[in-house]
């Protein structure tokens, strides 16, 4: 049986928050020997977070990583504001235009990682994304 890693980041919601999670998880990545998935572990992780903290009331946002050996890496950010639900952009029925600065957070978290999912609790939201 594989032994799972977790490491665990918690900031208040602010403005540099997502940049402080990005390099983070890159510097997990790296450590880890997984340097390969830096890149879209930085575009996912910049993405949810920034969703976190412009999208919710939550005052703390958290970042999770777990590493297994032979698992895909799992990130999951953490706020809480359970009801403030994401949703993609492409299936809203507003899609973002060309120009848009906003509105395509999870169509690029859907883009580049390998898979992902949303969960909530009373009280927080796990957004959750794998990358193999």
Known sequence: MATTNTYRFSAPSRADTPR?????????????????????????????????????????ISVEVALATGDPVTVTVYDQSP?????????????AGDLATHGRGLDLLAAYADDWDVSTRPHRKAVRFRLA
């Open 20 to 60: 402080l999670a990005r390099e983070w998880v890159a510097l997990i990545l790296q450590a880890a020997g997984l340097a390969h998935l830096v890149d879209r572990a930085r575009l996912c992780t910049s993405e949810v977070v920034t969703n976190a903290h412009v999208h919710t009331a939550s005052e703390r």
């Open 83 to 95: 009801a403030a639900a994401p949703t993609l952009a492409s299936t809203s029925g507003t899609p």
